[in-house]
C-alpha cells in the first residue's frame, strides 16, 4: 500500500517562506501525478498546485502563482512545495494527494489517496 506523509510546516511571519515535503512509499510514485491542497478553518478545500508523473507539467492556483513551486524527486519518492512571500491567507492545513494517472488534475475529486496533513501558519 502505498502511504504519503507530509512534513516541513510550521509557524512563519508573513512574508516568510516555508518548503513541504511529501514522501512516498512503495514503487509506483513516478508514474503518477501528485497534487497539493489546502483547508482552512470553515473553509472548503481548495487546490494549490500539480505536476504530472514525469515532472513536464504542472499547475497553480492563481492565489499562489508566482510564490509557490511544486517538483519532485522520483529517485527519493518525494514531491515539494516551495513557498515564498507567504501570506495569512495562506494558513491552512496543507495536503499532498495522488491521482492515479500519469496526468496532473486541478480537481479534488480526482485524487484518490492522501497523506494526513501538515499546519501551515502565516502570522502578520
Known amino acids: 500500500q502505498v502511504q504519503l506523509v507530509e512534513s516541513g510546516g510550521g509557524s512563519v511571519q508573513a512574508g516568510g517562506s516555508l518548503r513541504l515535503s511529501c514522501a512516498a512509499s512503495g514503487r509506483t510514485f513516478s508514474t503518477y501525478a501528485m497534487g497539493w491542497f489546502r483547508q482552512a478553518p470553515g473553509k472548503e478545500r481548495e487546490f494549490v498546485a500539480a505536476?504530472?508523473?514525469?515532472?513536464?507539467?504542472?499547475y497553480y492556483a492563481d492565489s499562489v502563482k508566482g510564490r509557490y513551486s511544486i517538483s519532485r524527486d522520483n529517485a527519493k519518492n518525494t514531491v515539494y512545495l516551495q513557498m515564498n512571500s507567504l501570506k495569512p491567507e495562506d494558513t491552512a492545513v496543507y495536503y499532498c494527494a495522488r491521482r492515479r494517472t500519469a496526468v496532473a488534475s486541478t480537481s479534488y475529486e480526482d485524487y484518490d489517496l492522501w497523506g494526513q496533513g501538515t499546519q501551515v501558519t502565516v502570522s502578520s
Open positions: 505536476i504530472s508523473w514525469s515532472g513536464a507539467s504542472r
